[in-house]
Structures are given as C-alpha cells and as structure tokens.
C-alpha cells in the first residue's frame, strides 16, 4: 500500500483520498446524501475547479444535523469513527498538488483503515472490515496506476460505491446490536 502510493501521480493520489473519504460517507449522518461527493470526483474527471468544488462538499457535510454521524457517539467506536471521517474531510487540500495530496492520501488511507477497526473490533487477526477495505485501497491504485486492467475513475468510483455500501450495512448491523 505505501509503495503504491508513493508512485502515485497527482489524479491516483486525489482518487485514492477521495474514495476513502467516499466509503466514510455513511459516517456523515443518514440525511447525508450519497453522491454529495460527485463535485470532486466529477474535478478528477475535467479538471474543472477543486477548491470551489472542495468548498461546496464542505458546505454540505457540515451542514445542519450532517456532523453528529450515523454511528453514533453512543455506541462503541461510532463517535470516534464519525470524528475520524470528519478530520479526513477537513484534511483534504484546497489545492491539488502532489506534496499535500500525497499526504493527504497516506492520511486518508490509514483513518479509512481505523474507521474499519472501531466498526468490526474483533481479537482475531485482521477483522473482515479491514481487510475488505485494504483491498478496495489497493485496488483503487491499481487501476489508475495502470497495473490492474480497464483502470480508470468509472472503475474505482464502483469500487468506493460498494464499499460505502459495506460500510453503511456495518453501521446498520451495529445499530441493531447496541442496546
């Protein structure tokens, strides 16, 4: 993983962070709609404005009744999680360039990892969460890095779409199971 974001470019690491940040989407709140980052990803695409994009998606993930999280402050690891999510997207730099995007990719990808751990805490080896989620990392550099075959944003905007979708199912599970 460190050594595939080490030979990123400037458009592998803004998707790599992006997706990460994609998958943590449910931790926003349920009112949160699930595409309120195609501003972004729609940027990688043309290359339009990052930083008027960046500051709409902030605009609206902090918004009103947005920060609290769906995990919740109550339940194990769920507020920590949700904190998680919000530092990744305050983290994102306002200007693509490779130095901080890079950073900001290693960040991402190690507070995705976390997230992971709190919502499937297990005492055996990897949980399923995690790993699941070191796959869909991989993957993402993979295809935009030219290793993995029909690589391109369409590719690894569906791998970060299902793996918003794992996560979302994760909280749900959890939000059953807590008292």
Known sequence: MVELIAQ?????????GLACLDRCVPLFGDGVDEQVLRPLWANLADGTAWGGALAGVRRTLTAEGAG????GPARPGGGEAAALARRMLAAVPAERTAGALRTWADG???????VHRLLDATDEGVAPLV?????RQIRVLELLGGSAPGGGLRQVLDVSTEGRRVL??????RARSTP
């Open 8 to 16: 990123a470019d400037e458009t592998g690491l803004a998707a790599s």
């Open 68 to 71: 609290e999280g769906a995990a």
């Open 108 to 114: 991402c990808s190690a507070a995705a990892l976390q």
């Open 131 to 135: 790993a699941a989620e070191l796959r």
């Open 168 to 173: 979302r199912a994760a909280i749900s599970r």
